[in-house]
């Protein structure tokens, strides 16, 4: 069974930096891509990041380029997703979620999602 | 606001069908990249429902269909029940001249009444 679970998230003040982190089992993590997606509380979602089965390709929202870092770790089967110079506007939750193709494919699975509250 | 258009809400009665629609333009859906929705029930992660503008995943009822034409997609919804109710998002691929991306429509919310 494909598992995806996020961790990392919390209550952090404008201006920080979190790092977020997803597990993922139940597949062979290396031969597919990844991503992250959030959602704002109340709101749709949004495209965050996404990353090649190797790394080779990375792309960004405009709206998170040069603040956040994607990468992964396929010993470890993980994902993660550094979040620096955070923004009340980044307060989400986040998702990771698998993909075939990085970027222009569906998300065939999605973890649960973890919250992110930027707040002084 | 959304690359995608997505009303932002449909209803129908139990038995009934209701469609949602997804317009985007020529940098989207239009170029000929692919649609995909998901349900996403109250208080839960997304779930794929329909990839590749009319394919659906293993388990996932045949109530459900999609469809793409043009610059605008799909998804119907055939003998509407209870569980049903939920949000539903398309999401398709951009590319213009300020940059490519992944995008989402801004979510349909389904009531059965």
């Known amino acids: 069974e494909v598992q995806l679970v996020e961790s990392g998230g919390g209550l952090v003040k404008p201006g920080g930096s979190l790092r977020l982190s997803c597990a993922a089992s139940?597949?062979?993590?290396?031969?597919?891509?990844m991503n992250w997606v959030r959602q704002a509380p109340g709101k749709g979602l949004e495209w965050v990041s996404s990353?090649?089965?190797?790394?080779?390709?990375?792309y960004y929202a405009d709206s998170v380029k040069g603040r956040f870092t994607i990468s992964r770790d396929n010993a470890k089967n993980s994902l993660y997703l550094q979040m620096n110079s955070l923004r009340a506007e980044d307060t989400a939750v986040y998702y990771c979620?698998?993909?075939?193709?990085?970027?222009?494919?569906?998300?065939?699975?999605w973890g649960q999602g973890t919250l992110v509250t930027v707040s002084s | 606001q959304s690359v995608l258009t997505q009303p932002p809400s449909v209803s129908g009665a139990p038995g009934q069908r209701v469609t949602i629609s997804c317009t985007g333009s020529?940098?989207?859906?239009?170029?000929?990249?692919?649609v995909h929705w998901y349900q996403q029930l109250p208080g839960t992660a997304p779930k794929l429902l329909i990839y590749?503008?009319?394919n659906r995943p293993s388990g996932v009822p045949d109530r459900f269909s999609g469809s793409k034409s043009g610059t605008s997609a799909s998804l119907a919804i055939t003998g509407l029940q209870a569980e049903d109710e939920a949000d539903y998002y398309c999401?398709?691929?951009?590319?213009?001249?300020?940059?490519?991306?992944?995008?989402f429509g801004g979510g349909t919310k389904l009531t059965v009444l």
């Open positions: 990353i090649s089965s190797s790394s080779s390709y990375i």
């Open positions: 999401q398709s691929y951009d590319s213009s001249l300020s940059g490519s991306n992944v995008v």
């Open positions: 020529s940098s989207n859906i239009g170029a000929g990249y692919d």
């Open positions: 590749g503008n009319s």
């Open positions: 139940g597949f062979t993590f290396s031969s597919y891509s």
């Open positions: 979620a698998r993909s075939k193709v990085a970027a222009t494919n569906y998300f065939d699975y």
